[in-house]
Structure formats: C-alpha cells, structure tokens
C-alpha cells in the first residue's frame, strides 16, 4: 500500500492552488513560531518585545492552517474515511459502494453546514472577544477564519456530490478500488 505524501490537486486551478499554498505557508509559518519558541524557552530569551506571542500566534496559525488543509483534503477526496470498507463493497456489488460513498458525501455535507453556523456563530459572538496572549487577534476572527475553511470544504464536497450524480446518471456509478499491490512500486 503506497501513501501519496505529495501536495498536488487532481486539476490545476488557480483556486486550488490559492488554498493550497496558504495552507502550507501557515503550516510552515506555524512550524517557524513554534522552533522560534522552543529557543525562547530553552534559552530564556523573554526579553525581545513581542517574542512571547509566538506561542498563541503558532497555535492560531494551525487552527487556521489545519481548517484550509482539510479543504485540499476534501478537493482531493481524501477525507476520512474506511477505505478498505469501501473497496470490499465495491468489489461485492459495484451499486452498493457506490451508494455509500455517495450517502458518506451527503452526511459530509451536511456535517460542514452544521458546522459553518457554529463558525458563523462564533463569529458573530466573539467578535469583540481578545484572546489570551495575543491581545489584537480576537476570538472571532478566528472563528471568521475557520469558517472560510469550511465554507471551501463544503465548495469541493458539493463539486464531489455533483460529480458522483453526474456519474451515476451516465451509468459509470463504479469506481475503481484498488487492488493490493496495484500501485506499488
């Protein structure tokens, strides 16, 4: 079984790409705050102005960075999901995996809109709300970020239903599961 460990998009478009790159900026951008404040710490370099916002700056910047990975996740079909399940019922009954993966992306979709009103609540709430340590960025522009990730999810989870639709009206409902040792290498 091979793990594909590589950032490409399925299509090239600039959208994507746009996700893309932000999404690994900040996680590189969290790694840098994270290394700058391990030598803060082992150190004792407290002195520098503003060097203790690297830690709430760090976990901010994954929170948002994990939420726009999660939508390249989503643009590549590569949520969660049993993948094993999946390829056993599609080799059983080809109508019957399809079904499932089509019923999961639903339930998908509707999980990201309950989620996107608790994003959009949290907004709303936490507006004027400072978080601790770094005082300037508030609750609800993190909650505003979130829900950007979320909202982008949800695009490509639509964009992934209507292509399984528009797959099961042209009778190509089978999708190809993978066989063990297919892709290797």
Do not use: C
């Amino acid at each position: 079984m091979e793990v594909d460990q590589s950032l490409d998009l399925k299509q090239e478009h600039p959208f994507d790409r746009a996700i893309l790159y932000t999404a690994t900026g900040l996680f590189a951008f969290t790694v840098i705050l994270t290394i700058i404040q391990v030598f803060v710490r082992v150190f004792g370099i407290e002195s520098i102005d503003y060097i203790h916002l690297t830690q709430p700056l760090a976990r901010i910047t994954l929170i948002i960075g994990t939420y726009l990975g999660a939508a390249v996740a989503f643009r590549n079909s590569e949520h969660i999901s049993i993948q094993f399940l999946l390829d056993k019922l599609t080799r059983w009954s080809p109508k019957i995996g399809f079904t499932v993966r089509f019923l999961g992306n639903i339930v998908v979709v509707v999980f990201l809109g309950i989620a996107i009103r608790a994003a959009y609540n949290g907004t709303i709430d936490g507006w004027n709300t400072s978080l601790g340590g770094a005082g300037f960025v508030m609750s609800g522009q993190v909650y505003l970020m979130i829900g950007i990730g979320l909202v982008i999810s949800l695009i490509y989870a639509v964009v992934n239903l209507i292509t399984m639709a528009q797959s099961a009206r042209s009778g190509q409902t089978l999708q190809e599961p993978i066989v063990d040792g297919e892709n290797d290498e």
